[in-house]
């Protein structure tokens, strides 16, 4: 920044980045004023010698003293903001001396003053609400969803024990840690699939135990309903021939979409002896994305994908066409993306 920038920056006034201070008198208003511009993503810049109202150039009398009351109060926020050596800067501007303090771009921090997250809001800055925090939390990956605990109804007898063992029996056998753990609900932490709240001094399900073992996920998740529709045409509007609301664990909601899937695909293949057999070049074909296959047998399916924040779904249409009117019919899985490819343990 060089001195018309700063002159241009004076003349523009006080704006959600941009403060003026005739003097640093205490550190606790100049650390609310940092912690709000730090919670910011563009950041900010403080301007020491400006009055606020008339935008009038009084200067500073000891930029020493004010700097050290800057860097005061940037300790003073928890975290403390970052300050570098080019953060804070002198000028001599119409005769008077001005110190300008730089504050970063946010970068993922939550910073806080006094028990508050401040923030700028135009020119004034204020306290963040509870809803905006997490919203900053959830916005910058400071918190995983799947981590944080269920509905405060809920408990441990929410979830299906045997969901657990279940599992537990498809992991390997030297990760069952069966010494260790005598039982399924003595795994439940382990798994992160309860969470302890220390506000009622019990263990909660968190998100991911719910939609994995919980005995009615979509009690406490709605948005994990999964909605899978054979349209008549291919183009995935108006009338539908079959349509299914899937409700279950996420294990449970993969392989009853497969089976939605599976019964209207067309898969070729050849018969010999008593044996079917899908041919090569059929399964290859059902591996890779269908809109591209030309076909004069077409089936047009859309699945509502539903995501854990609860936005609205988006919808994936996909084509799965046949070979030939000929084909032999015979259960495959699809590779499309819609549910995991299983086309290679036919080869």
């Known amino acids: 920044m060089d001195e018309d920038s700063l002159r241009a920056l004076i003349a523009g006034g006080e704006t959600a980045t941009v403060e003026f201070k005739s003097s640093a008198a205490r550190p606790i208003d100049i650390a609310a004023r940092i912690c709000g511009m730090a919670n910011n993503r563009a950041g900010g810049l403080i301007i020491f010698g400006i009055e606020d109202a008339t935008r009038a150039i009084v200067g500073i009398r000891n930029p020493s003293l004010t700097q050290d009351v800057v860097l005061r109060a940037a ?45 700028r809001r135009g020119t004034n800055t204020v306290p963040l609400s509870v809803e905006e925090i997490t919203a900053f939390v959830h916005a910058h990956g400071l918190a995983r969803w799947e ?10 007898d929410d979830l299906d024990l045997e969901a657990v063992e279940r599992y537990l029996s498809q992991r390997a056998e030297r990760s069952r840690n069966r010494g260790r753990f005598g039982a399924a609900r003595d795994l439940l932490p382990a798994l992160n699939a309860v969470v302890y709240d220390a506000a009622t001094d019990r263990w909660r399900p968190s998100n991911a135990g719910i939609l994995m073992f ?60 008593f044996t079917a057999r899908t041919s090569r070049s059929t399964r290859r074909r059902r591996c890779v994305r269908l809109l591209g296959m030309p076909s004069s047998i077409a089936t047009t399916i859309a699945v509502a994908k539903a995501y854990a924040c609860g936005c609205t779904p988006t919808v994936w249409r996909c084509a799965a066409r046949a070979a030939s009117r000929r084909n032999y019919r015979s259960r495959i899985g699809l590779g499309c993306g819609l549910s995991p490819c299983r086309v290679t343990r036919y080869w």
Request: aromatic share 6%; proline share 9%; charged share 20%.
């Open 147 to 156: 981590l944080l605990p269920g509905p405060t109804w809920m408990s441990e």
């Open 214 to 273: 919980g005995l009615d996920p979509q009690l406490a998740v709605p948005q994990s309903e999964v909605v899978c529709i054979k349209y008549a045409g291919q183009l995935g509007v108006r009338s539908y021939l079959d349509r299914k609301n899937l409700r279950g664990t996420l294990p449970e909601l993969i392989d009853q979409a497969e089976r939605f899937v599976a019964q209207y695909v067309r898969v070729g293949g050849t018969i010999r002896g």
């Open 75 to 119: 300790r003073m926020v928890k975290p403390p903001v970052p300050l570098g050596e080019t953060s804070v800067q002198t000028w001599q501007l119409d005769g008077v001396t001005l110190l300008t303090v730089a504050i970063p771009p946010n970068s993922g921090r939550l910073y806080q003053y006094d028990g508050a997250c401040q923030v």
